[in-house]
């Protein structure tokens, strides 16, 4: 795609999503990281019901230690894959202490280096925490993006870079919740609304599908 047409489909977006941030809760750092862990297969809404017990009382790496595998998976079993979040939030947890003094990495290269967090993962915290530039790809990104003709790579990594390449640096963080609002409200992975939608003039899908027909 060119980047007039990509700049055209990030202004709509921007119009259409004025607010479009996480809807995950968060005091600090720490708490979006294990938030966003539990976030996997599960709603924001549900997550936010967990933690809010959860935090009351271990809303810390030196205190989520403390906690056993099993303590921990009877806070967040309803989220679903609990035994492997679990784990990953534990692992991390250690992580953070013995490598990091405590403190969450405020860059993308070391929150990877924590247990069980993924460039996925890594670029939310980055973007959402502190702010960074980033463009997390997450199902609905992939799905979006690839439907508009952002992005045709295989893969999450390389669909990442290609969007890096297209859209202005100032606005990766945002792009990514655009698209990912997008995808929860329109452009649906069975049932996109693709008559309705206001990016139907520049979407290749809708081109594809639609026009000439
Ligand atoms: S036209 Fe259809 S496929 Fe394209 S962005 Fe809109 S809903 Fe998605």
């Known amino acids: 795609m060119d980047k007039k047409t990509c ?36 709603t924001d809404k549900r997550v936010n019901i967990v933690t809010k017990e959860l935090f009351k009382q271990y809303n810390t790496p030196q205190k989520m230690v403390t906690l056993s595998q099993e303590g921990l998976e009877d806070y967040i079993h309803s989220c679903g ?46 973007s959402v925490a502190f702010n960074g530039q980033a463009i997390a790809v ?11 003709g952002l992005a045709d790579a295989k893969d999450v990594f390389n669909t990442e870079m290609q969007l890096n390449r297209l859209i202005d640096k100032d606005l990766w963080r945002h792009a990514h919740h655009f698209l990912i609002n997008h995808g929860r409200q329109v452009c649906s992975a069975r049932n996109p609304k693709c008559q309705t939608c206001q990016l139907n ?8 599908n639609f026009e000439n027909n």
Do not use: W
């Open 7 to 42: 700049d055209k489909i990030i202004d709509k977006l921007k119009n259409m999503y004025p607010d479009a941030e996480t809807a995950l809760e968060f005091n600090s750092p720490y708490e979006l990281l294990v938030a966003v862990i539990l976030s996997a297969q599960c």
């Open 81 to 126: 894959f609990y035994h492997a979040k679990a784990s990953h939030i534990l692992k991390a947890s250690q992580d953070i202490l013995d490598k990091f003094n405590g403190q969450v990495p405020d860059n993308v290269e070391d929150l990877q280096k924590l247990a069980g967090v993924g460039r996925k993962t890594a670029n939310v915290v980055y």
């Open 138 to 148: 997450d199902t609905h990104v992939f799905r979006v993006s690839h439907r508009l």
């Open 201 to 208: 003039t520049l979407c290749k899908y809708y081109k594809e």
